[in-house]
């Protein structure tokens, strides 16, 4: 029902206005006003697809379609009529737009016979004529349905189409009215608003109020009725007019001829009564004031407006959190406003929690009394200070004590003047009210400080694991071509000023806890490296020693005496993927001389919170989850999971393409979720169906930040949620579910991973890590907005990992994307890329399937490997590097002579083929006399030709195929995937060493036997380099 504020307003108004004008439900008015727009800059430009126009056999649809054909468009009509004329040049589709299931199912043809649509012009619609005194129900709604019910049931359709524009065809009546047109000018004033809502959630549209047209449509049908020839527009001028309105970017666009006074359509400024007043909850205005202000509107917001709608997201609501708790002292959670939707389910979220809050301080405050007074027995608000034994000596403890344990400042006096316990408790609550609750405070100053939680589970993992890659977060920026190298570091050195973490060391680490030194800065040089090339720079990425080292590196690489790119690198123990793309955000500006804002937090200071402040309720929380023995995931793997985890890894990376992208953002709008919790569930659904079991858990990377968004550190906290997938649930529900499991691991955050572990004590697993063998970090960080400055990167090869599949999202607006870190001693990379492929797979499912079914998927399984593997030392590395030297041939062409050889002799075959990469196969024949140094050459000329494509197989049946995969530094290569091979040598050089492993075909080769010719190699090796220098 309409709040009474505005319906006061509105008896008020009334006769007071020209025109439209809206109510708001506090009671305030709006009055809109036409500007000129520039003219047009760009022309009209649709993309590859089709447009669809309603009303499309009417005199406006009619005359658009013609001059969108005109410039090359291909164009769809939708009409209500029994028959079409025959001459008809478009494509037409009979619809009502009033009827939902024929409109999706009339589309879905479009798509299918014609093509994509990538614009609509929605111009269906039906003048009133009559005063509404003198009108049914029946009639009125007739006007509305086509603008009203049509105009909905389009964008439902379209939700999942990348629109260039949407156009709904209103009138200049929504904006003066017309005697006789309310109908009609309520029905367009609907189309105004509506542009404003579709333009919140982000998807184009345009309200375009047209003037009359000459000869078509109303002015056709009125031709005795007198209308001003002043104010017409000529029907081949509409098109100019739309691609105008479209490249102004406006939601609404009002057209006026050049001659024609503005003024007779503008709004007047009203003389409201001062009577009209509105009265709000306390506190609600302040909170709504807070939600308009942080979103960027200039009008009010009201319990209606839903926060999603209004462009909501995680990094506006940490904003919004943060202001409510500074000035309210009223303490959310981020999932308080992803779980709510409206801004009225938010507000009773708000007063609910100040109720708890409330409640809370008063026990506390009332156990105050009962220590200091000296009491076992608990007071109650009925208790008098006085008859308690209560003066002015305990009334000092008791003040004091308040304002140290409660944050809350009372004078004697309000103890003194109170009387019973419940009127001082009144007033403290009341004196809490009013004041700001204090933010994020700073660590006392200190010699050393201790490490945070999330820092304290990375340091361990680093000091349990064999020396990796895991726990670089390396980043290289290109610089440009006239690069300023002072101005260059001179930013730096500000940038390493600026944020302790880069000027941070580590300490005690034999004790149970280490600690932390920030050191002063003392200036900053910044070191050069020239290498020939690109390839030489991940050879920068080496492991931190944090007992002996710094954590942070920088250096200027200049490549090829003409290219710049800056490499820096941190320890995640002092940084995460937000801080990497901070440093580079901020690292642009300063270069380009633009202003930072100040930096609110340190690192140090989130650390000392974190561990002076537990969370009980977060730990209460996170103990009831996980109560019994903890679960374990195991994906299907390529090979046996080694006893000890190696760290070692590779990488995959793929991009989701637009129309799927499209699919998520409308099936988050559509569920009431975010496009993480649609990512997430995909996730949760695959981890399911590969480990062919409903309980999962994905730990998931969730920033503590809060406001404090431009500090620089490790504040991204592990949650493990678990998961119970029931397959025959509608989708809708699984959704719904994924949401709840997310939000509520984000209210209680403060108890972390790593926390539960130490809390639990499971049995060692260090061939694995516990709750976290598939993680997830989604970033959709603001740096990825259009106009964020931002050094282009470069790509970068680590080879390690340090879980089994580490999932780093990236979610820009435009463009989702995934790297798949994996942990190569367990999966294949063609493995990987096929969970990539499943999971794009299951997003599809999810976008274009029914909402209210279940979702099937089924995985092809794949054939586990047999593998050996064996691990030759720097020594004989060296030695196959020097005879290569020696030999004016790679590493690679020595390796892979010395497996043909070995098998020609041990097969004692003398022609065999080897596949080096899909249709490229060297073929060798091999004397018994050969040398090896000829054997080299023969080596050379095969893999020449094979990458060249020039080579012919020979033909004929192998006796068991061969293949070989040599990599340097790069991710470790599979060839079995169900038997491909008999055998396939996989070899990466890791600049210390081989890694040698031999995948068989357990059908043809036992597991002995491949260990024997592995054996066997390594000492034929060690034959051919004998004698080379290392």
């Known amino acids: 029902a309409p709040a009474p504020a505005a319906i006061t307003t509105l008896a008020a108004s009334l006769g007071r206005f020209d025109g439209a004008y809206r109510i708001d439900p506090d009671g305030r008015v709006h009055l809109p006003q036409v500007v000129r727009l520039p003219a047009p800059g760009t022309p009209l430009s649709v993309p590859d697809g089709c447009v669809v126009v309603t009303g499309g056999l009417g005199g406006m649809g009619m005359t658009l379609a013609e001059q969108f054909a005109a410039a090359g468009v291909r164009v769809v009509l939708l009409h209500r009529r029994s028959t079409v004329p025959p001459d008809l040049a478009f494509a037409a589709y009979r619809c009502d737009v009033t009827d939902a299931d024929q409109v999706a199912a009339v589309f879905a043809t479009i798509r299918a016979e014609v093509g994509a649509i990538r614009g609509v012009i929605h111009a269906a619609g039906i003048a009133g004529d009559g005063y509404l005194l003198s009108r049914s129900r029946e009639d009125y709604e007739a006007v509305l349905a086509p603008k009203v019910t049509g105009t909905w049931n389009i964008h439902r359709a379209t939700l999942g189409d990348d629109l260039a524009f949407f156009v709904l065809a209103s009138s200049r009546t929504a904006l003066t009215g017309a005697p006789g047109q309310s109908d009609y000018t309520a029905a367009n004033a609907f189309l105004n608003a509506f542009a404003r809502y579709r333009r919140r959630l982000g998807l184009p549209a345009l309200a375009l109020c047209w003037n009359t047209w000459s000869g078509v449509g109303m002015a056709a049908r009125l031709a005795g009725k007198t209308i001003s020839a002043q104010s017409v527009l000529a029907p081949d001028q509409a098109y100019g007019v739309l691609a105008a309105a479209l490249a102004s970017g406006a939601e609404q666009v009002v057209v006026a001829m050049t001659d024609e006074a503005s003024a007779s359509f503008r709004i007047t400024e009203p003389r409201m009564p001062e009577a009209v007043s509105v009265s709000v909850p306390a506190g609600e205005a302040e909170v709504l004031d807070i939600f308009r202000e942080e979103l960027g509107y200039d009008h009010p917001l009201t319990r209606e407006d839903d926060f999603f709608d209004l462009g909501g997201d995680s990094i506006a609501g940490t904003q919004i959190v943060a202001r409510i708790e500074r000035s309210l002292g009223i303490k959310l959670a981020i999932a308080d406003l992803l779980d709510s939707g409206t801004l009225g389910a938010i507000l009773d979220r708000v007063f609910a929690v100040r109720g708890d809050c409330a409640r809370a301080v008063e026990t506390d405050l009332l156990d105050i009394f009962r220590e200091e007074l000296g009491y076992d027995r608990p007071l109650t608000r009925e208790d008098d200070f006085f008859d308690l034994g209560g003066d002015s000596i305990a009334g000092t403890q008791i003040v004091a004590r308040i304002e140290r344990s409660l944050g809350i400042k009372l004078a ?94 580590f300490c005690d680490f034999d004790s149970e806890h280490p600690n932390m030194i920030v050191h002063p800065f003392e200036g900053f040089v910044l070191e050069e490296a020239h290498i020939p090339d690109l390839s030489h720079k991940d050879d920068f990425i080496r492991p931190f020693d944090l007992r002996r080292e710094a954590a942070f590196r920088v250096k200027l690489l200049v490549v090829a005496e003409r290219d710049y790119v800056l490499f820096f690198d941190i320890h995640h123990a002092l940084a995460d993927g937000r801080t990497i793309s901070l440093l580079n955000a901020e690292l642009y500006r300063l270069y380009h001389g633009e202003p930072l804002a100040p930096v609110t937090a340190q690192q140090k200071d989130f650390a000392w919170a974190q561990l002076s402040s537990p969370d009980r309720a977060a730990r209460d929380y996170w103990h009831n989850i996980y109560p019994d023995e903890l679960p374990r995931l ?64 994905i730990a998931v990377s969730m920033d503590r930040r809060e406001e404090h968004l431009n500090t620089a550190g490790m504040l991204a906290s592990l949650l493990p949620l678990r998961f119970d997938v029931d397959w025959d649930r509608p989708l809708t529900e699984v959704l719904r579910e994924t949401k709840r499991i997310s939000n509520d691991a984000l209210r209680h955050r403060g108890y972390i991973l790593n926390d539960l572990l130490m809390d639990l004590r499971p049995p060692p697993h260090p061939e694995r890590s516990p709750l976290s063998e598939m993680i997830l970090s989604y970033m959709n960080f603001e740096f990825a907005s259009a106009g964020q400055g931002l050094f282009e990167t470069l790509r970068f090869t680590k080879n390690a990992s340090k879980t089994d599949l580490s999932i780093f999202g990236s979610d820009t607006g435009d463009r989702i994307g995934f790297a798949l870190e994996y942990y190569a001693d367990l999966f294949s990379h063609a493995n990987v890329v096929k969970i990539g492929e499943d999971f794009t797979e299951i997003l599809r499912r999810i976008t274009s399937g029914n909402a209210d079914a279940p979702l099937r998927f089924v995985p092809t399984r794949t054939v586990p490997a047999h593998f050996q593997y064996r691990e030759i030392g720097a020594v004989l590395r060296n030695r196959v590097v020097a005879l290569a030297h020696d030999s004016g041939v790679s590493a690679e062409t020595v390796v892979l002579a010395a497996f043909v050889a070995l098998l ?47 080579l012919s197989s020979p033909s004929g049946e192998e006796a068991m195929s061969l293949g070989f995969a040599y990599c340097q530094g790069g991710e470790v290569v599979s060839g079995v995937r169900g038997g491909r091979y008999g055998l396939f040598c996989a070899v990466q050089d890791g600049g210390d060493g081989l890694a040698v492993r031999f995948e068989h075909d357990p059908q043809i080769l036992s597991d002995e036997t491949a260990r024997n010719w592995l054996g066997y190699f390594e000492r034929f090796l060690a034959g051919v380099t004998e004698g080379r220098e290392s």
Request: with cysteine; aromatic share 6%.
């Open 634 to 697: 195991d994906l299907p793997a390529d090979f046996p999971r080694p006893p000890i985890h190696t760290g070692r890894g590779g990488m995959y990376e793929f991009a989701l393409a637009d129309d799927l992208v499209a699919g998520i953002k409308a099936v988050a709008r559509r569920e009431g979720v975010t496009n993480y919790h649609v990512v997430l569930c995909a996730w949760s659904l695959l981890a399911a169906a590969y480990a062919d079991r409903r309980e999962v858990v």
């Open 412 to 505: 004697i006096a309000d103890l003194l003047d109170g009387g019973t316990l419940g009127a001082i408790v009144d007033r403290a609550l009341a004196s809490r009210e009013t004041v700001a609750v204090p933010g994020l405070k700073s660590a006392p100053e200190r010699d050393r400080y201790p490490v945070g939680r999330e820092q304290l589970a990375i340091l361990y993992a680093d000091m349990a694991s064999e020396t990796h890659l895991g726990f670089n977060l390396p980043a290289f920026l290109i610089l440009p071509c006239d690069l300023d190298k002072p101005r260059l570091e001179a930013a730096l050195a500000t940038l390493i000023r600026r944020h302790e973490v880069l000027r941070t060391s």
């Open 904 to 950: 020609s002799r041990i097969t004692h075959r003398r022609d065999l083929l080897v596949e080096i990469a899909p249709s490229a196969s060297v073929p060798f024949t091999i004397d018994d006399d050969m040398e090896f140094d000829d054997l080299l050459k023969q080596t050379v000329t095969g893999l020449a030709l094979a990458r060249t494509g020039t």
